[in-house]
C-alpha cells in the first residue's frame, strides 16, 4: 500500500501563486510515476501534470508554462508550483502514485482562485 498526503491548498486571486506538496509513505519502492489531477464542480478529474520515476514529465495543455512538477526523492515527495493562476484553475486537486499498476489517491487539496 502507498499513502499519500497532499498539503498547501488554499485560497489565492488570480494571478497569484500555490504550492501543493505531496508526501508518500509506506510501500513506495517500484512507484513508476507521481502525478497531480484535479476535479471541479460537475468535472471528471483530469491530469494535470505527472513526473515519472525516470523523471519525464508531461502536463495537460491548459497549465503549460504555469505549472511544473517536481520531486524530492530523500523525503519522497512530488511537489506541483503553480503560477499565474486563473479562475478556471479552481478544483481538488488529487495526488496520484502508480505502482505496479495499481493506483493510489491522497484525500485532496482544495485550490480556489478568486477573480
Known amino acids: 500500500q502507498v499513502q499519500l498526503v497532499e498539503s498547501g491548498g488554499g485560497l489565492v486571486q488570480a494571478g497569484g501563486s500555490l504550492r501543493l506538496s505531496c508526501a508518500a509513505s509506506?510501500?513506495?519502492?517500484?512507484?513508476?510515476?507521481m502525478g497531480w489531477y484535479r476535479q471541479a464542480p460537475g468535472k471528471q478529474r483530469e491530469l494535470v501534470a505527472r513526473?515519472?520515476?525516470?523523471?519525464?514529465?508531461n502536463y495537460a495543455d491548459s497549465v503549460k508554462g504555469r505549472f511544473t512538477i517536481s520531486r524530492d526523492n530523500a523525503k519522497n515527495t512530488v511537489y506541483l508550483q503553480m503560477n499565474s493562476l486563473k479562475p478556471e484553475d479552481t478544483a481538488v486537486y488529487y495526488c496520484?502514485?502508480?505502482?505496479w499498476g495499481a493506483g493510489y489517491w491522497g484525500q485532496g487539496t482544495q485550490v480556489t482562485v478568486s477573480s
Open positions: 513526473i515519472t520515476s525516470g523523471g519525464s514529465t
Open positions: 509506506g510501500s513506495i519502492v517500484s512507484i513508476s510515476a
Open positions: 496520484n502514485a502508480v505502482r
